[in-house]
């Protein structure tokens, strides 16, 4: 269903530790916005909410809620080291164009609701 890098999977272990909230979970969920239509948010939470999908992805218990679900089949996160710092990558098989930025994207099916300002 979707993939978490070893990598990305030892750098949300950490957040997940510092956080030192119980029960706290990695959600996934995408909205309107961004400059291609869609925008990802990722974050911690400690809710389910009615509709949500559970899974265990390498040890990370991850939700989703079902308006996201769709677009997230075969999701890819990673972990990218650069000289500005790190930060998580995500590739998406669903995105048929992206924004330069990475952040954003649009499906062959849906177009979303892309921002006037780009990113």
């Given at each position: 269903?979707?993939?978490?890098?070893?990598?990305?999977?030892?750098?949300?272990?950490?957040?997940?530790?510092?956080?030192?909230?119980?029960?706290?979970?990695?959600?996934?969920?995408?909205?309107?916005?961004?400059?291609?239509?869609?925008?990802?948010?990722?974050?911690?939470?400690?809710?389910?909410?009615?509709?949500?999908?559970?899974?265990?992805?390498?040890?990370?218990?991850?939700?989703?809620?079902?308006?996201?679900?769709?677009?997230?089949?075969?999701?890819?996160?990673?972990?990218?080291?650069?000289?500005?710092?790190?930060?998580?990558?995500?590739?998406?098989?669903?995105?048929?164009?992206?924004?330069?930025?990475?952040?954003?994207f649009r499906t062959a099916k849906e177009a979303g609701n892309p921002a006037a300002e780009p990113c």
């Open positions: 269903m979707m993939n978490i890098s070893e990598l990305a999977t030892e750098k949300i272990q950490e957040m997940l530790a510092a956080e030192e909230i119980p029960n706290l979970f990695l959600r996934i969920g995408v909205q309107e916005g961004g400059c291609s239509g869609f925008s990802y948010g990722m974050g911690f939470d400690d809710e389910i909410k009615e509709g949500d999908s559970e899974m265990e992805v390498r040890g990370v218990k991850v939700v989703v809620d079902s308006d996201s679900m769709k677009y997230l089949r075969g999701l890819e996160i990673d972990w990218k080291e650069s000289a500005m710092g790190g930060g998580f990558t995500i590739h998406n098989p669903n995105a048929t164009a992206t924004c330069g930025c990475g952040s954003s």
